[in-house]
C-alpha cells in the first residue's frame, strides 16, 4: 500500500534555529515524487519542494532542504534559520501514478518562537 | 484572474441537500483533483480527472458526483449530504509532468447541519 507518514504532531523551534520535520513513505513503485507543502493559518496550500525518486542530490530551496534517504524511504523537511512567518501546518506528500495523485500524510503543526 | 479559484469559499447546508462545490482554473492543466482536509487525517483524494470526461475515483469517493464537460471546470457534488461530509474541500490542478506541483485553490469549508 502507499502511504506517507509523519509522525509528528506538533513541533516548536525558536527562531533563528534549524528543524526537521519527518516524513516516511511506503510504495512499490521505483518511479515517484516527494512533495512538501506548507499551510499557514489562512488555509492555502503552498508548493515548498520536490525531491524525485531519481534525483541523486538532496533538493534545495532557499531555506528549505529535503534530506532523502532512499534506503530508509524518508524524506524530511529541513528549514534553516526559522522565521516567525515559517508558523505553520507542513504536509509531506507522495506523487504516484505519473506524479499526478499526491497522497498526503496528517501534517505536523510547527511552532516558531521568539 | 490567472490560476484556480473555488466558489463558494463558505458554505453552510443541510442534511439531505444537494450542494455543488466548483473548481475552475485557467491554465488549461490535465489534471484536476478534489480533496477533502479533514484533522488527523491530511488530505484525501476523493476524485480526479485526467483530461475533459475522464474521472476516476480517488481514496474517499462514496456520497460525492463529479464531472468534467470543459478542462477549465471540475465541480463536485455530494448528491445527499450527511454530517460526515463536513470538511475544508481543495480543488487542485497540474500539467501532470514529472515533478510538476499541485496548485491548489483557496478552499471551500463546508458545514453539514
Known amino acids: 500500500a502507499q502511504k506517507i507518514t509523519q509522525t509528528q504532531p506538533g513541533m516548536f523551534v525558536q527562531e533563528k534555529e534549524a528543524v526537521t520535520l519527518d516524513c516516511t513513505y511506503d510504495?512499490?513503485?521505483?518511479?515517484?515524487?516527494l512533495f512538501w507543502y506548507k499551510q499557514p493559518s489562512s488555509g492555502e496550500m503552498i508548493f515548498l519542494i520536490y525531491?524525485?525518486?531519481?534525483?541523486?542530490q538532496n533538493a534545495t530551496e532557499g531555506r528549505y532542504s529535503l534530506n532523502f534517504q532512499k534506503a530508509r524511504k524518508s524524506a524530511n523537511l529541513v528549514i534553516s534559520a526559522s522565521q516567525l512567518g515559517d508558523s505553520a501546518m507542513y504536509f509531506c506528500a507522495m506523487g504516484v501514478g505519473g506524479y499526478n495523485k499526491l497522497i498526503f500524510g496528517a501534517g505536523t503543526r510547527l511552532a516558531v518562537h521568539p | 484572474d490567472a490560476g484556480i479559484t473555488q466558489s463558494p469559499r463558505y458554505k453552510i447546508t443541510e442534511t439531505g441537500r444537494q450542494v455543488t462545490l466548483m473548481c475552475h482554473q485557467t491554465w488549461s492543466h490535465s489534471y484536476m483533483f478534489w480533496y477533502r482536509q479533514d484533522l488527523g487525517h491530511g488530505l484525501r483524494l476523493i476524485y480526479y480527472?485526467?483530461?475533459?470526461?475522464?474521472?476516476d475515483k480517488g481514496e474517499v469517493p462514496d456520497g460525492y458526483v463529479v464531472s468534467r464537460s470543459k478542462t477549465e471546470n471540475f465541480p463536485l457534488t455530494l448528491e445527499s449530504a450527511t454530517r460526515s461530509q463536513t470538511s475544508v474541500y481543495f480543488c487542485a490542478s497540474t500539467s501532470g509532468g514529472v515533478g510538476t506541483e499541485a496548485f491548489f485553490g483557496q478552499g471551500t469549508r463546508l458545514t453539514v447541519v
Open positions: 510504495t512499490s513503485d521505483p518511479s515517484y515524487g
Open positions: 525531491q524525485g525518486s531519481y534525483d541523486q
Open positions: 480527472s485526467a483530461a475533459a470526461d475522464i474521472t
